[in-house]
Nanobody, 115 residues
Framework: QVQLVESGGGLVQAGGSLRLSCAAS????????MGWYRQAPGKQRELVAI???????NYQDSVKGRFTISRDNARHTVYLQMNSLKSEDTAVYYC?????????WGQGTQVTVSS
């Protein structure tokens, strides 16, 4: 079984930055894609960014140029650097990872952007 734990959320003013981290632990043999999703109140969970094991990335249009996803394979960790934050980025952010144990999700971390 693989567990994911996110950290780095919080309250920030519009225009500010936050860096989210998500560390995987457990019996890890392989980690393929890792991603960040978010869910705002009253809305469905949506993909924010994804990164493959080879480092290829893909982003939701609304965050392109502002967010950067990266990973440290040695530490089994994925990061999301969020710059120029907007009030509409307010949501609970979840990481997920496709591993030898299947698809795992973190518990979520709250990001609140005040305008």
């Amino acid at each position: 079984q693989v567990q994911l734990v996110e950290s780095g959320g919080g309250l920030v003013q519009a225009g500010g930055s936050l860096r989210l981290s998500c560390a995987a632990s457990g019996i890890i043999i392989t980690i393929n894609d890792m991603g960040w999703y978010r869910q705002a109140p009253g809305k469905q969970r949506e993909l924010v960014a994804i990164i493959t094991s080879g480092g290829s990335t893909n982003y939701q249009d609304s965050v392109k140029g502002r967010f950067t996803i990266s990973r440290d394979n040695a530490r089994h960790t994925v990061y999301l650097q969020m710059n120029s934050l907007k009030s509409e980025d307010t949501a609970v952010y979840y990481c997920n990872a496709e591993t030898n144990a299947g698809l795992s999700w973190g518990q979520g971390t709250q990001v609140t952007v005040s305008s």
